[in-house]
């Protein structure tokens, strides 16, 4: 160990990173879109637990159990797992930091204000305040070996697994309340101004928190089997991964058609990530999904933006759509704005080493300003 090396610790260059991991990433974020959009942005997120509404058009019936089915629930586990991996890269390439337990608390420490200030001010759908406390009780883990790291994965899956066949009395909201605050939803983020609308956001978060606590367990258990993935090197092995991917996704279908949903989600979001490193180890894999290696670099600021772009177009400040469109609009809406993130991500970082909140991020964690331009683009200016 070096002098240096415990007392400049670094983020990762652009040409240290793992491609396929930033390409799985910019997909999990269509699949998260798809479903925020569609799902959270469109209607209240508590519409679903009304009963399921008779939609006019055979394609919202369609897009709308296409999405259910395939999409919700494993697009963020999926990204749960992807977290869990990047927490565990950063960890191992802190090893030789004295400073890597500071340092990795202080980004998890940033990544909770971050999700603070997006909870409260943008959107309450955020999951960046989730992933933040998740991160804090995973980060001990990564200290241990990896039976201890798998066994605590399998504990928090099979706790989460019970919670959803025997929920606690009295952690979900009633039906009473759930009805009340769909009817002040459909006024509020409709009509509202920017004020009336912040106060609502913060009235529904006790709501809102609910839905986290069911989900809880299972950020933290899928976090964790991230970490294993990193530690087991199948993030790197293409024909590990297609090993678990066919099984996976075949095992996870069959979960869900029998109606043991829960279980299914997470073997099916293993599936999908195993089938996407698989296929982007190949060189015609990277070239057919590479547009989302630049998004998935930037998925935290695109998030964010995602959250800004559509409370403008949906609630009362803005465009005031919410509850206005069908599926199918909502949704087209959603694939314009994400096919504008993969042009304006891919445009930013032939200029930048990151994207904006990440370049932020990175600060914030090492205490030190980072460089933002890319040499090449420095040169230029200078």
């Excluded at 979960?255 to 015609?284: K, N």
Aim: aromatic share 12%.
């Amino acid at each position: 160990m070096t002098s240096d090396s415990v007392a400049s610790p670094r983020p990762a260059n652009p040409s240290e990173r793992i491609d396929a991991i930033d390409v799985l990433r910019g997909i999990a974020l269509l699949g998260v879109m798809a479903i925020n959009v569609v799902m959270e942005f469109r209607v209240s997120i508590f519409e679903q637990f009304l009963g399921p509404k008779l939609l006019a058009s055979p394609v919202d019936r369609a897009i709308e159990a296409i999405l259910t089915q395939a999409i919700e629930l494993k697009a963020f586990a999926l990204f749960s797992l992807l977290f869990g991996a990047g927490l565990a890269i950063q960890f191992d390439r802190l090893e030789n930091s004295g400073r890597r337990t500071s340092l990795l608390l202080r980004r998890l420490a940033a990544l909770l204000v971050f999700g603070l200030i997006h909870l409260c001010l943008i959107w309450n759908g955020d999951i960046l305040a989730e992933y933040a406390l998740a991160g804090f009780i995973v980060l001990p883990f990564l200290f241990g070996p990896s039976w201890l790291v798998a066994l605590a994965a399998l504990a928090s899956l099979a706790l989460y697994l019970a919670m959803q066949a025997f929920p606690p009395a009295g952690l979900f909201p009633s039906s009473a309340a759930i009805w009340r605050d769909v009817m002040d939803a459909n006024r509020t983020y409709a009509t509202g101004g920017f004020i009336e609308v912040l106060a609502f956001r913060l009235r529904e978060i006790p709501l809102i928190a609910s839905l986290h606590a069911f989900v809880f367990l299972r950020t933290i258990g899928l976090f964790l089997v991230g970490a294993l993935a990193w530690r087991s090197g199948i993030l790197h092995n293409a024909r590990g991964q297609f090993v678990i991917a066919l099984p996976s996704i075949s095992l996870g279908t069959a979960l869900l058609y029998v109606g043991i949903e829960p279980l299914g989600t997470i073997v099916l979001a293993l599936g999908y990530g195993a089938a996407v490193l698989g296929i982007t180890s190949f060189e015609r894999g990277k070239r057919l999904l590479g547009w989302a290696a630049p998004l998935g670099r930037m998925a935290f600021t695109n998030y964010v933006a995602q959250s800004v772009i559509f409370g403008w177009i949906f609630y009362g400040y803005g465009l005031g759509l919410f509850g206005r469109l069908g599926i199918t609009q909502a949704l087209t809406i959603g694939m314009t704005v994400y096919a504008g993130q993969v042009l304006f991500s891919a445009w930013w970082l032939r200029h930048y080493r990151y994207g904006p909140i990440e370049w932020l991020w990175r600060t914030l964690m090492y205490g030190v300003w980072q460089p933002m331009l890319l040499p090449q683009a420095a040169a230029v200016r200078r």
